[in-house]
């Protein structure tokens, strides 16, 4: 496993074992995730690479029988140590689902809950400027400009993660986390996501799962392979899928695995 | 190298659809030039006018290589090797497709040579045909086992025709010399010797895509045959 050091490091994880109970499912993982490029976390199903993505906001800490073990840091704070407020993380750390998952309030109130709680707007005024500013990033601010109070949940299902996504960057994260933020969309509004991930890169360290193989070549700028809970092979996204150095990774990438 | 095949087996009989193209290709552009140094050394017109017409099957299957890689691109977004094998069998495909010309490129100069007698280039002529035979039989053969080493072993071979060629082209030098009469026909046999070092230098570009496309890794710089009398031959 070679590990790829970068200038712009902005979190770390290093031999991190997560059990479920008495069950590993994440077995000594080390990788670095920077700034400057989206990272892809592919495999089979059952893999780990979603439970490896919820260690990195502590979004595990919701289970009961999990447990977390290593060291994984954000800006080289260790994220696990005591002293870490969880809901401040989050909100540094943030996290797109699956299923799109709207408030079942207005698009408006939806994007405005977390700076609200996080006490990130002063005024009405300052609040719509965040409100415009998020959905501006997240592409959907066309869109819905004329219908702010309408309830989220009757947005299309690729506008209402689009939504989450300008949700997450309300708060004004330096992390965001996406499992597979476009397995219920379909290919145009999965292409609006891919476009919009792109012009996050950058400004946001992005991670994203998904099952999707195409998709990981086309967002990513660097790949990890989670086979069996271990990261088999993590690189350039253009090597991985060229010219992988491990079988597994080359069996499971030309759909030849199992 | 493939240990297993894929789970959509659709996608296992479109490579192999794929290959057995490249190799009926490789086939016909092998027998190609045996046919075409034979029909040379027999001084016969018939046959040679047979390999012109054959070269048309060879161009076929190519566009139909091309289509079947356009599909499977396409269709079956192949990765990692995969991706390299279908693009090489692409490349591959193109440079048979080009040593079928230089076959019937010689079939076309045996009419104006069966005019001229027999020269001592001819037995040359043969022994190289032969070699560069060898080494398209051999290549393809390579690809077949998609086997990198045997590709490695073809690609070690073509200074062995640069020598010829460059023997060919000093006995011919002479005779040009002592009888400004052979010069035609000479000429000819010089351009023959030109097109067999050509399918040499092509069938060692094919060794390298072998290679590449079983390995991931580019095979090194080739050591070219010495050639005094063309300082930038290629």
Same mark, same amino acid.
């Given at each position: 496993?070679?590990?790829?050091?970068?200038?712009?490091?902005?979190?770390?994880?290093?031999?991190?074992?997560?059990?479920?109970?008495?069950?590993?499912?994440?077995?000594?993982?080390?990788?670095?995730?920077?700034?400057?490029?989206?990272?892809?976390?592919?495999?089979?199903?059952?893999?780990?690479?979603?439970?490896?993505?919820?260690?990195?906001?502590?979004?595990?800490?919701?289970?009961?029988?999990?447990?977390?073990?290593?060291?994984?840091?954000?800006?080289?704070? %260790?994220?696990?140590?005591?002293?870490? %407020?969880?809901?401040?993380?989050?909100?540094?750390?943030?996290?797109?689902?699956?299923?799109?998952?709207?408030?079942?309030?207005?698009?408006?109130?939806?994007?405005?809950?977390?700076?609200?709680?996080?006490?990130?707007?002063?005024?009405?005024?300052?609040?719509?400027?965040?409100? =415009?500013?998020?959905?501006?990033?997240?592409?959907?601010?066309?869109?819905?400009? %004329?219908?702010?109070?309408?309830?989220? *949940?009757?947005?299309?299902?690729?506008?209402?993660?689009?939504?989450?996504?300008?949700?997450?960057?309300?708060?004004?994260?330096?992390?965001?986390?996406? %499992?597979?933020?476009?397995?219920?969309?379909?290919?145009?509004?999965?292409?609006?996501?891919? =476009?919009?991930?792109?012009?996050?890169?950058?400004?946001?360290?992005?991670?994203?799962?998904?099952?999707?193989?195409?998709?990981?070549?086309?967002?990513?700028?660097? *790949?990890?392979?989670?086979?069996?809970?271990?990261?088999?092979?993590?690189? =350039?996204?253009?090597?991985?899928?060229?010219?992988?150095?491990?079988?597994?990774?080359?069996?499971?990438?030309?759909?030849?695995?199992? | 190298?493939?240990?297993?095949?894929?789970? &959509?087996?659709?996608?296992? /009989?479109?490579?192999?659809?794929?290959?057995?193209?490249?190799? /009926?290709?490789?086939?016909?552009?092998?027998?190609?030039?045996?046919?075409?140094?034979?029909?040379?050394?027999?001084?016969?017109?018939?046959?040679?006018?047979?390999?012109?017409?054959?070269?048309?099957?060879?161009?076929?299957?190519?566009? /139909?290589?091309?289509?079947?890689?356009?599909?499977?691109?396409?269709?079956?977004?192949?990765?990692?090797?995969?991706?390299?094998?279908?693009?090489?069998?692409?490349?591959?495909?193109?440079?048979?497709?080009?040593?079928?010309?230089?076959?019937?490129?010689?079939?076309?100069? &045996?009419?104006?040579?069966?005019?001229?007698?027999?020269?001592?280039?001819?037995?040359?002529?043969?022994?190289?045909?032969?070699?560069?035979?060898?080494? &398209?039989?051999?290549?393809?053969?390579?690809?077949?086992?998609?086997?990198?080493?045997?590709?490695?072993?073809?690609?070690?071979?073509?200074?062995?025709?640069?020598?010829?060629?460059?023997?060919?082209?000093?006995?011919?030098?002479?005779?040009?010399?002592?009888?400004?009469?052979?010069?035609?026909?000479?000429?000819?046999?010089?351009?023959?010797?030109?097109?067999?070092?050509?399918?040499?230098?092509?069938?060692?570009?094919?060794?390298?895509?072998?290679?590449?496309?079983?390995?991931?890794?580019?095979?090194?710089?080739?050591?070219?045959?010495?050639?005094?009398?063309?300082?930038?031959?290629?």
């Amino acid at each position: 496993m070679t590990q790829q050091t970068s200038n712009a490091l902005k979190m770390t994880a290093r031999g991190v074992n997560v059990f479920y109970g008495d069950k590993q499912a994440i077995q000594d993982v080390s990788i670095d995730v920077d700034m400057d490029n989206v990272t892809a976390f592919i495999g089979p199903s059952g893999c780990g690479k979603s439970t490896f993505l919820r260690t990195l906001n502590r979004m595990n800490d919701t289970v009961a029988s999990a447990r977390v073990e290593g060291q994984i840091t954000l800006d080289g704070e %260790d994220i696990y140590s005591s002293g870490m %407020d969880v809901v401040q993380l989050r909100a540094r750390v943030g996290m797109v689902f699956q299923k799109p998952n709207p408030f079942p309030k207005s698009i408006y109130e939806n994007v405005a809950y977390g700076p609200r709680i996080h006490g990130l707007a002063a005024s009405k005024a300052d609040m719509d400027q965040v409100v =415009e500013k998020s959905l501006r990033r997240a592409g959907l601010w066309e869109e819905v400009k %004329d219908r702010l109070t309408e309830s989220g *949940t009757a947005l299309s299902g690729g506008q209402q993660q689009r939504l989450c996504i300008a949700r997450a960057i309300a708060v004004d994260p330096e992390v965001i986390l996406m %499992d597979e933020p476009c397995s219920a969309l379909d290919p145009i509004a999965t292409a609006k996501i891919e =476009e919009l991930i792109h012009e996050l890169r950058g400004r946001y360290a992005i991670v994203i799962v998904t099952h999707n193989m195409q998709q990981a070549a086309r967002v990513s700028q660097k *790949t990890a392979f989670f086979h069996l809970g271990t990261l088999i092979e993590y690189g =350039e996204t253009s090597e991985i899928f060229t010219n992988p150095r491990e079988t597994r990774t080359k069996d499971y990438i030309t759909g030849r695995y199992g | 190298m493939a240990t297993t095949g894929h789970t &959509v087996k659709a996608f296992d /009989e479109d490579l192999g659809e794929l290959r057995a193209f490249v190799s /009926e290709m490789g086939g016909r552009a092998e027998a190609a030039i045996n046919e075409a140094v034979a029909a040379l050394i027999q001084r016969n017109v018939d046959a040679a006018s047979k390999v012109v017409a054959n070269d048309k099957r060879i161009d076929e299957i190519e566009a /139909e290589v091309e289509r079947l890689v356009i599909r499977l691109i396409a269709l079956r977004a192949p990765m990692a090797d995969d991706l390299r094998e279908v693009l090489a069998a692409l490349k591959i495909a193109g440079v048979i497709e080009r040593i079928g010309d230089y076959a019937k490129n010689i079939a076309k100069r &045996v009419p104006v040579l069966a005019e001229e007698g027999r020269s001592e280039a001819g037995t040359l002529l043969a022994a190289m045909g032969k070699a560069v035979e060898a080494m &398209v039989h051999d290549v393809l053969d390579a690809f077949a086992a998609r086997d990198p080493q045997a590709a490695a072993e073809v690609w070690a071979r073509d200074k062995t025709i640069d020598d010829f060629y460059n023997s060919l082209f000093r006995t011919l030098l002479t005779h040009m010399m002592e009888n400004p009469h052979s010069i035609t026909a000479a000429t000819h046999l010089l351009f023959i010797g030109k097109n067999l070092e050509r399918i040499g230098d092509h069938a060692t570009n094919i060794a390298e895509m072998i290679y590449y496309a079983s390995t991931g890794q580019q095979l090194g710089e080739r050591t070219r045959g010495a050639d005094a009398f063309a300082p930038d031959a290629n």
